[in-house]
T-cell receptor, first 114, second 111 residues
Framework: DTEVTQTPKHLVMGMTNKKSLKCEQH?????MYWYKQKAKKPPELMFV???????INESVPSRFSPECPNSSLLNLHLHALQPEDSALYLC?????????????FGPGTRLTVL | EDQVTQSPEALRLQEGESSSLNCSYT??????LFWYRQDPGKGPEFLFT?????EEKEKERLKATLTKKESFLHITAPKPEDSATYLC????????????WGAGTKLIIKP
């Protein structure tokens, strides 16, 4: 089973709201990722967790705050977002062995910031 | 500079009309090349991983091939449900996690 689940599917929030995106995988993968994707563009890497530790932060604004409570879960906490943050937010996971590095993506959360 | 270029940007085919999508890459050592399919508003769906020149993989009507400079995704007798954006991504040997993405090819199969 190569399934990554994400909730919610859609989210509308105001610029003063605080919300969270959730991601879960049960494939035993030890690397988890957050991506942002704008229309007609490829995914853009935001964060990588490896063995539950933040490994990569691609200079993402502090209004995005990732959290990895355990090896199966990944959260993205959102606060004081801007309208330009509206996008499809994708979670992915991979085995993180250094060899089999295929990333498997979830269905995404469509975020709209008003 | 590491780079991935996909062509064409868009491709319209009649149902049953076979064709190929191209992904050319320039990286300092290839760890892997990945093909994904993406439907509008959904996450990329994994298709293939290729690791070395000469490697080929097949799945239903799709076949992916790899050389030292490019990869092809061959689509044989496509059906309307094959319509999607096909994304190619490359992982360089000096990178653990980052993928270098192409811009994608939007494939439309007309019945």
């Amino acid at each position: 089973d190569t399934e990554v689940t994400q909730t919610p599917k859609h989210l509308v929030m105001g610029m003063t709201n605080k919300k969270s995106l959730k991601c879960e995988q049960h494939m035993g993968h030890r690397a988890m990722y957050w991506y942002k994707q704008k229309a007609k563009k490829p995914p853009e890497l935001m964060f990588v967790y490896s063995y539950e530790k933040l490994s990569i932060n691609e200079s993402v604004p502090s209004r995005f705050s990732p959290e990895c409570p355990n090896s199966s879960l990944l959260n993205l906490h959102l606060h004081a977002l801007q309208p330009e943050d509206s996008a499809l937010y994708l979670c992915a996971s991979s085995q993180d062995t250094g060899y089999e590095d295929t990333q498997y993506f979830g269905p995404g959360t469509r975020l709209t910031v008003l | 500079e590491d780079q991935v270029t996909q062509s064409p940007e868009a491709l319209r085919l009649q149902e049953g009309e076979s064709s190929s999508l191209n992904c050319s890459y320039t990286v300092s050592g290839l760890r892997g090349l990945f093909w994904y399919r993406q439907d509008p508003g959904k996450g990329p769906e994994f298709l293939f991983t290729l690791y070395s020149a000469g490697e080929e993989k097949e799945k239903e009507r799709l076949k992916a091939t790899l050389t030292k400079k490019e990869s092809f995704l061959h689509i044989t007798a496509p059906k309307p449900e094959d319509s999607a954006t096909y994304l190619c991504a490359v992982q360089a040997s000096n990178s653990n996690y980052q993928l270098i993405w192409g811009a994608g090819t939007k494939l439309i199969i007309k019945p």
